[in-house]
T-cell receptor
Framework: AQKITQTQPGMFVQEKEAVTLDCTYDTSDPSYGLFWYKQPSSGEMIFLIYQGSYDQQNATEGRYSLNFQKARKSANLVISASQLGDSAMYFCAMRPDMGRRALTFGSGTRLQVQP | DSGVTQTPKHLITATGQRVTLRCSPRSGDLSVYWYQQSLDQGLQFLIQYYNGEERAKGNILERFSAQQFPDLHSELNLSSLELGDSALYFC?????????????FGPGTRLTVT
């Protein structure tokens, strides 16, 4: 079984600053994928970034980067140059392989960007 | 727009009733996943279909059932509804992006049981 832990229920960050959202995971699967999703107040789930367990480099997508530390089983999301539109819930998720299996989600972190 | 459609957007019904939520995956996607997001349980996987067949089950109650039709749309049936079934129900479909499969989520159906 897999487990995702997000220990920060809420975070505040000033506009234009960087912020790190923590995610740790537990799995016995030899290969897995790690995801981050954003859920604004409107409710939709927006895919942000993906990291495969065998990827040597940390994933980056624009202002989002994933700080993947396999030995520590952590997959933290870093948002650089925060914008007011980044205020939302952020969910870390994992899947036990690279295929079509379902996602296991963490409890989420609510990020509020302050002007 | 993820390309996954869900209807209805909102649904209000009474305890004991039965409702059907509908989902159409992205064009060409054969997999459909149903997730439930509630305040006490968080986001959890309910059930997955692939090309019309059930592929995996998560924490789906016996009062809930789903199916995927030949045109690949899917329906989630919730019966004998209880107050605790009030939640946001998401459908997702899966597409290969490079060497991994990304899940695109629909806008969700917000179910309120009164």
């Amino acid at each position: 079984a897999q487990k995702i832990t997000q220990t920060q229920p809420g975070m505040f960050v000033q506009e234009k600053e960087a912020v790190t959202l923590d995610c740790t995971y537990d799995t016995s699967d030899p290969s897995y994928g790690l995801f981050w999703y954003k859920q604004p107040s409107s409710g939709e789930m927006i895919f942000l970034i993906y990291q495969g367990s065998y990827d040597q480099q940390n994933a980056t997508e624009g202002r989002y980067s994933l700080n993947f530390q396999k030995a520590r089983k952590s997959a933290n999301l870093v948002i650089s140059a925060s914008q007011l539109g980044d205020s939302a819930m952020y969910f870390c998720a994992m899947r036990p392989d690279m295929g079509r299996r379902a996602l296991t989600f963490g409890s989420g972190t609510r990020l509020q960007v302050q002007p | 727009d993820s390309g996954v459609t869900q209807t209805p957007k909102h649904l209000i019904t009474a305890t004991g009733q039965r409702v059907t939520l509908r989902c159409s995956p992205r064009s060409g996607d054969l997999s459909v996943y149903w997730y439930q997001q509630s305040l006490d349980q968080g986001l959890q996987f309910l059930i997955q279909y692939y090309n019309g067949e059930e592929r995996a089950k998560g924490n789906i109650l016996e009062r809930f059932s789903a199916q995927q039709f030949p045109d690949l749309h899917s329906e989630l049936n919730l019966s004998s509804l209880e107050l605790g079934d009030s939640a946001l129900y998401f459908c997702a479909s899966s597409v290969a992006v490079g060497d991994f499969y990304e899940q695109y989520f629909g806008p969700g159906t917000r179910l309120t049981v009164t």
